[in-house]
Structure formats: structure tokens, C-alpha cells
């Protein structure tokens, strides 16, 4: 479980060529991906003469009524759903962004974080060009934009050449989308073939589900695919790309359980996760496991199959915290964790309790749940953790704290037990958690937040603050 503003998602993509209403498809696919980012929404639609755009900030509910969708006109569309790791929570910085180059209009929806932007960004400023928003993504369209070579496609080449760290892209041109992956293949981005003809492409599987998409396969590492109604997708650069890295957080936490990514649904990666923290770190005497929810339930799920403990409903999660909650007076702050989270009495008092939850980044919200537990009546609780110790900061799309905040960077597992209140604490072993997601499958994974091998150097600190500033 991850406190909101502690680690937060990132954005989630979606596209839809050779649709009569490929913008309602677009919108089907961000409610699907809403969970990728809460700070606003934008689809972008092409009817063969123009684009149609509606982009605002908030919740995609909120964003899109029948009448706005209704005007989102054309066979083709991208949308985006945004959650700030470069650029502040203002409508400018709401994607998919759009650019009137040479020789066309070019609409841009970006997931993921370059590591060398505000370098880009300055040398293309020392050139002329002007900025209209503190995103690191609208460096790529101002790449696109110098680009000497006549065709589109190669544009995008030129561009994607230039720059560093994580993207799976989606460009609409006219009635075509070019899907494009960086040469590490750090955030997902997949194909799926609509039943009555028609291309979709999406950041995680759940999306082609909910528009009746089958899944073809994902966008390879360093792939720039062109996607158009009336002919298969077809790849039309592979960079050399290197090993994958795909951010192997995805399957842990960020991307949907009924997502497939590394081969399998990601909630059964998680169920893995869970039979394997019971074998590396057991609780005799565990009279019931619990999970912290719902980030946390298969992996609690696994937990229990695999120790033969009970599982029961121990906590539960209010779903309705918007992102505007404010934080109460001093007084009553305590009382506030109870907002997220409130202990189920019948099923913890007087029991040995061994929460399981999917990871750990500073430790507030842990220590209050452990003191809730108690307070509930717990007789014992034991904390497991289904990934490794989070240790240092990701620069690759995921807003996380700087390493001094992250608990585990400067603490070992007895001192955090201490720190938590718990009566026992394990992280699961960076091994063992590689184990349980890959299988007997070959899967390449960024760890760089666990073990701080980053897969693409870090040429600079990227964030939003950062990119402000500057
Ligand atoms: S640093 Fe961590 S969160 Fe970021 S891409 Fe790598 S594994 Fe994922």
C-alpha cells in the first residue's frame, strides 16, 4: 500500500483508429486507466478534415459529458490521463498535447519521464524556441519540429534519438497513430484489434477489456509502430534497443491486477509475490492475515494459501477520499487516519494478525495502522512486505520522495520494526520477488527503486520542481 502523495502513479495513454466514434472509445479506455492519474484529461479526435479537442482538469467523469463527447468527431483519437511528475496541475500541461509542424498537425500523449529534458529544453530555448507549458514532453515535439528530414515518421525517429529515459508515446497524424516505446521499454504500452476492424493502443491490458479490444502484443522496446485503419500494425523503426527494464513496480502495484504485463495478469504476479514472502519470511503462531487494501489483497491472498493462515477483511478501505481532503487541525489529525483505513474488530481482536502489504515508503501510514490494529485489539502484529526495501527514488514517470524520506534508504529491517511498532517485520528479497513475477519466464525489469541500478543513467534530477525552476 502507498500513502497518496507518497508514490504516486503516472500517467496512462489510449488510442483508437478505424472507429466511427474512436473518441468514445478513447474515453472508455482513461476510465479504465483513471488510476494512472487523477489530475486531468484530454482527448484529441480527427474527422479527415479536423482535430476536435476537449481537455480539462480533474476526474475523467467529470471531464467528459455526452454533449463534449458528442463533439469529439472522427475515426481516430488519443487521449491521455495525467498525473504530474514533470509540470504543475495547471489546463496547459493536460495532454495529449498539439504542435502544427511543417508538413502537419501532431497530437502527443506521453507516458513516462525524461532524464536529460531540462538539458533538451534549455538548447532548444538558446535556438528560438518557445515553451508553452513546464512539461517535459513538449521537448519531443519541439525535436520533431527541427527535424530536417520531409516525413513524419522520421521526425519522430530524429526526435526519439535525441532524448533519454522513459516513454511509451502515442502521436495521432491525421487518421494515423505512431505507438512508440524507449529503447529500455520501461512503461508498458500494448496493441489490441477491435472486433469490427479498428486499432486500439493502451498503456495496460485493462483497457483494450473494456472497449472489447483482443490484445495482440505489446509495442517492443525502441519500436515506433504505425497504427491506421485498413492495414495491420506495422513497425515501421526498430531502434537497437538494449535489455528491457520494464519497471517491474508495474506489476507490483501500479498497474491494474487484471492487467496483463510480463506474460500474466498482474494479480496473479502478486498472488506469487504472496506464497513466496511466506516461504522466505513464515509467521508461526499467525492466526489470521490480513491485507492493506486493495493494492495488497492478492498478495495477502497468496500469503495465506501458501502458510495455510486464515485470510480475513482486517481493514477497510474508504474509496471516496478525492485528492482535495484536507488535512484536519492538529487535534483531530490522529483521528484522520481512520478516514483511509478503519480495523475490523470481530477479525483482529485478541488474534495474531500478519498484515501483508505490497510495499513500504516512509512508513507513516504503516505505523499508524499498526497502532490502529492494537487499538482494535490485536494481540500481535506482524508486518510482511511483498517487494524489496524501496531505497532510492525513481526518475522514470513515478513521483516518488527523495531518498531521505524513504524509509528503508537509511534504516535496516529491525530498525523500521522498531520505527513501525510491529511485533516482527519482512521485506520480501529482491530475488525472490524478481522469482515470483518472472516464473519461468525471461523478463527484463527495471529494480533501479530497490536496488539503485538505474537502466538509463540519470542525467539529471527531472521532476516537476526541477523542470519549474529552471
Ligand atoms: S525506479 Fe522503480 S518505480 Fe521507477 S521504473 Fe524502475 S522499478 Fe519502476
Known amino acids: ?11 496512462g495513454v489510449f488510442g483508437a483508429v478505424g472507429h466511427p466514434r474512436a473518441a468514445e472509445l478513447a474515453y472508455l479506455g482513461l476510465y479504465a486507466l483513471q488510476h494512472r492519474g487523477q489530475e486531468g484529461a484530454g482527448i484529441i479526435s480527427y474527422d479527415g478534415r479536423r482535430y476536435h479537442e476537449h481537455k480539462k482538469l480533474g476526474m475523467v467523469s467529470d471531464i467528459f459529458s455526452a454533449s463534449a463527447l458528442r ?15 514533470t509540470g504543475s496541475t495547471i489546463l496547459p500541461n493536460v495532454q495529449p498535447l498539439v504542435a502544427k509542424l511543417r508538413q502537419a ?26 515553451f508553452q507549458t513546464s ?40 487518421d494515423t497513430i505512431y505507438a512508440a516505446k524507449d529503447p529500455r521499454a520501461i512503461r508498458p504500452l500494448c496493441l489490441g484489434s477491435l472486433p469490427g476492424g479498428g486499432w486500439v493502443v493502451a498503456s495496460e491490458t485493462c483497457a483494450l477489456d473494456i472497449v472489447d479490444a483482443g490484445f495482440v502484443r505489446e509495442v517492443k522496446a525502441g519500436e515506433i509502430v504505425r497504427v491506421r485503419a485498413g492495414e495491420p500494425p506495422r513497425t515501421v523503426r526498430h531502434a537497437p534497443a538494449d535489455a528491457d527494464a520494464t519497471c517491474i513496480f508495474e506489476a507490483i502495484y501500479f498497474s491494474r491486477p487484471d492487467s496483463h504485463l510480463f506474460g500474466r495478469a498482474n494479480g496473479a504476479s502478486r498472488v506469487a509475490l504472496g506464497h513466496r514472502l511466506a516461504a522466505e519470511a513464515p509467521c508461526p503462531g499467525g492466526e489470521v492475515v490480513i491485507s492493506v487494501p486493495d493494492s495488497s489483497n492478492a498478495a495477502a491472498q497468496g500469503y495465506a494459501e501458501a502458510s495455510g493462515i486464515p485470510f480475513g477483511h482486517g481493514l477497510i478501505r474508504n474509496h471516496y477520499i478525492g485528492r482535495t481532503f484536507i488535512k484536519p487541525t492538529q487535534e483531530i489529525r490522529d483521528l484522520s487516519a481512520r478516514i483511509k483505513y478503519n480495523p475490523v474488530r470481530d477479525v483482529v481482536a485478541g488474534r495474531s494478525v500478519v498484515v501483508v502489504d505490497d510495499s513500504i515508503v516512509r512508513g507513516t ?106
Request: net charge negative.
Open 365 to 470: 501510514t504503516v505505523r499508524k495502522l499498526v497502532a490502529m490494529l492494537r487499538e482494535a485489539g490485536a494481540r500481535e502484529v506482524h508486518f510482511r512486505v511483498s517487494s524489496a526495501p524501496i531505497i532510492a527514488p525513481c526518475y522514470y514517470g513515478i513521483d516518488t520522495p527523495d531518498a531521505s524520506e524513504l524509509i528503508a534508504a537509511g534504516s535496516d529491517q529491525e530498525a523500521i520494526r522498531k520505527l513501525v511498532g510491529a511485533d516482527t517485520l519482512h521485506y520480501l528479497s529482491l530475488a525472490g520477488m524478481q522469482q515470483a513475477i518472472a516464473g519461468e519466464r525471461a523478463c527484463g525489469f527495471c529494480t533501479a527503486c530497490f536496488d539503485g541500478a538505474y537502466p538509463v543513467p540519470i542525467i539529471e534530477r527531472t521532476d516537476k520542481k526541477i523542470l519549474e525552476m529552471s
Open 71 to 85: 463533439k469529439l468527431h472522427g475515426a481516430s483519437a488519443i487521449g491521455h490521463t495525467r498525473y504530474s511528475t
Open 135 to 174: 512539461m517535459d514532453s513538449e521537448v519531443i515535439l519541439h525535436l520533431m519540429a527541427r527535424s530536417r528530414h520531409p516525413q513524419i515518421e522520421r521526425q519522430i525517429g530524429d526526435a526519439l534519438d535525441r532524448i533519454h529515459g522513459a516513454y511509451s508515446l502515442l502521436l495521432l497524424v491525421g
Open 105 to 130: 498537425v501532431v497530437a502527443l500523449a506521453h507516458n513516462g519521464n525524461l532524464v536529460d529534458a531540462r538539458m533538451a529544453r534549455s538548447v532548444l530555448e538558446d535556438g528560438g524556441a518557445i
Open 1 to 11: 500500500m502507498i500513502e497518496a502523495h507518497d508514490w504516486n502513479d503516472e500517467c
